[in-house]
């Protein structure tokens, strides 16, 4: 070996090794609805904690439709939603997959523990206008204030599609917010407020209190039997070039570990078919 090769060799092995860090990271953006937001960032951390150099960027909500048109037009590698693909939405060609079932249930503030279960006939009279105090409700001596959602919205829809009365409501009482996590966030920052959204984003959310349904308690179980009729799917859009990176964490979504996460938030898993 001539003296050069060998200076040549010496100075490549001197050279520190490269670790994850140095690697050049890729993102996979995943954007869309609020109602499965914080379930699909807490599993996004657990895959980036088995895979350095991978970075899963789940924005702040931009609703179901919103998810859908960025994964159809580039601007997201995922699009992200939690009620079914329309049928005007079919033409964009996207691959369509649902990974969960999630409870939408009536929350209240965290000073009214006492109410523990609210009824199909309560819930139509307090959005309508016609109960306006807790007390009718066994709880205390105070005005029921509502957080209602926008018409068109997931949870919303779920709602109307099991209660006529419901939907039915020309007026609905209350303050119209226009996303999960500052619904979310209203009820847990105020008293005496009602509220409705998925299982998924409120059980884990201190100062919110989740009552049963007609006497059913929301969860994987009474899910699973049928038990408990009010729940909205969580699904996953991308187009035919989607990356292996991202195709890599929507396959992620089928092992155990995805499923244990997805329990702990109130989801029911439900396993992929179109990946």
Same mark, same amino acid.
């Given at each position: ?7 040549? %060799?010496?100075?490549? %092995? *001197? ?8 690697? &050049? ?5 995943? *954007? #869309? &609805? ?38 159809? +037009? #580039?601007? *997201? ?22 990974? !969960? ?7 209240? /503030? ?9 009824? !199909? ?6 959005? /309508?206008?016609?109960?306006? $105090?807790?007390?009718?409700? #066994? #709880? ?25 009365? +419901? ?6 009482? @209350?303050?119209?917010?226009? $996303? ?32 049963? +349904?007609?006497?059913?308690?929301? @969860? ?9 009729? %009010?729940? $909205?799917? +969580? ?7 989607? &990356?292996?990176?991202? %195709? ?15 329990? /702990? ?11």
């Amino acid at each position: 070996m001539s003296r050069f090769k060998l200076l040549v %060799l010496l100075f490549f %092995l *001197c050279l520190p090794a490269a670790s994850p860090a140095d690697q &050049s990271n890729t993102t996979v953006k995943i *954007c #869309g &609805s609020g109602d499965n937001q914080e379930l699909l960032r807490q599993l996004a951390v657990a895959y980036e904690g088995r895979h350095p150099g991978i970075n899963i960027v789940v924005p702040d909500s931009i609703g179901s439709s919103g998810g859908v048109k960025v994964t159809a +037009f #580039g601007q *997201c590698d995922i699009g992200r939603l939690a009620r079914p693909l329309r049928d005007k939405e079919k033409r964009y060609g996207l691959s369509h997959m649902v990974f !969960a079932h999630s409870p939408v249930v009536f929350m209240v /503030s965290a000073n009214l523990k006492s109410i523990t279960n609210i009824t !199909a006939q309560q819930v139509v009279s307090i959005f /309508s206008g016609k109960m306006r $105090s807790w007390q009718d409700m #066994g #709880g205390p001596v105070a005005k029921i204030y509502i957080a209602n959602r926008e018409k068109g919205d997931s949870s919303r829809a779920v709602i109307e599609k099991y209660l006529i009365d +419901f939907a039915l409501i020309e007026k609905p009482e @209350g303050k119209t917010i226009y $996303s999960t996590p500052a619904t979310i966030d209203t009820v847990a920052r105020h008293n005496n407020i009602i509220a409705y959204g998925p299982l998924a984003s409120a059980i884990n959310r201190q100062g919110v209190h989740i009552v049963n +349904f007609e006497g059913v308690m929301p @969860g994987v179980e009474t899910i699973s039997s049928g038990q408990y009729p %009010l729940y $909205s799917e +969580f699904g996953l859009v991308w187009r035919s070039n989607i &990356s292996t990176q991202a %195709l890599a964490f929507i396959n992620f979504l089928e092992s155990g570990e995805a499923k244990e996460i997805m329990v /702990s938030h109130g989801a029911t898993p439900v396993t992929p078919e179109n990946i």
